[in-house]
T-cell receptor
Framework: DVKVTQSSRYLVKRTGEKVFLECVQD?????MFWYRQDPGLGLRLIYF???????EKGDIPEGYSVSREKKERFSLILESASTNQTSMYLC????????????????FGPGTRLLVL | QQQVKQSPQSLIVQKGGISIINCAYE??????FPWYQQFPGKGPALLIA?????SEKKEGRFTISFNKSAKQFSLHIMDSQPGDSATYFC????????????FGKGTTLSVSS
């Protein structure tokens, strides 16, 4: 079974703190993703990475950065946490899939619920 | 062009009824359309997916109907059960390797017993 684990299920941080959210996958997947989930807004892509040390901005990258030093690990960094970053953060991973037809699904972790006070 | 529009936002269905959730997209380059199911406190999990070369895919009580000309696809849950109560997300993706799924905003389904 594919497993995507996130370092914390719940986090409480103060405004201005630097926050690290860690994600690890055990399936040797090339692609990894960070989303945030807010009621009524669905899943919004923050950043993704298709290879080690590679990153691409998603729809809402402002206020976030990422790091991928190893294939299995993808970190989301909030440089200076703000209250509007209170949210559920979801990590996902997927393989490359066949060049032709078959798509490989994205597998999600359980999420980290972050509260910024 | 990159959006996926999902409706309704919430849905209440009686046990045994049919639940229908609809999604629409604009980008004709999309070639992969999955549906994800999320229970409270869990991450989304892939439920069923379809490619645009077929009009329907069925897995158990779950069916995706796909209308390429209308750029719409929908999830039908037959004989809905209380255990189906969850949030459902449709998504779409293009063929490029280095791209991510684009998700709809989700539908919260409640199946009453």
């Amino acid at each position: 079974d594919v497993k995507v684990t996130q370092s914390s299920r719940y986090l409480v941080k103060r405004t201005g703190e630097k926050v690290f959210l860690e994600c690890v996958q055990d399936m040797d997947h090339e692609n990894m993703f960070w989303y945030r989930q807010d009621p009524g807004l669905g899943l919004r892509l923050i950043y993704f990475s298709y290879d080690v040390k590679m990153k691409e901005k998603g729809d809402i990258p402002e206020g976030y950065s990422v790091s991928r030093e190893k294939k299995e690990r993808f970190s989301l960094i909030l440089e200076s946490a703000s209250t509007n970053q209170t949210s559920m953060y979801l990590c996902a991973s997927s393989g490359l899939g066949d060049p032709g037809r078959r798509k490989i699904p994205q597998y999600f972790g359980p999420g980290t619920r972050l509260l910024v006070l | 062009q990159q959006q996926v529009k999902q409706s309704p936002q919430s849905l209440i269905v009686q046990k045994g009824g049919i639940s229908i959730i609809n999604c629409a997209y604009e980008n004709t380059a999309f070639d992969y359309f999955p549906w994800y199911q999320q229970f409270p406190g869990k991450g989304p999990a892939l439920l069923i997916a379809i490619r645009p070369d077929v009009s329907e895919k069925k897995e158990g009580r779950f069916t995706i109907s796909f209308n390429k000309s209308a750029k719409q696809f929908s999830l039908h849950i037959m004989d809905s059960q209380p255990g189906d109560s969850a949030t459902y997300f449709c998504a779409a993706k293009g063929p490029q390797a280095g791209t991510a799924l684009i998700f709809g905003k989700g539908t919260t389904l409640s199946v009453s017993s």
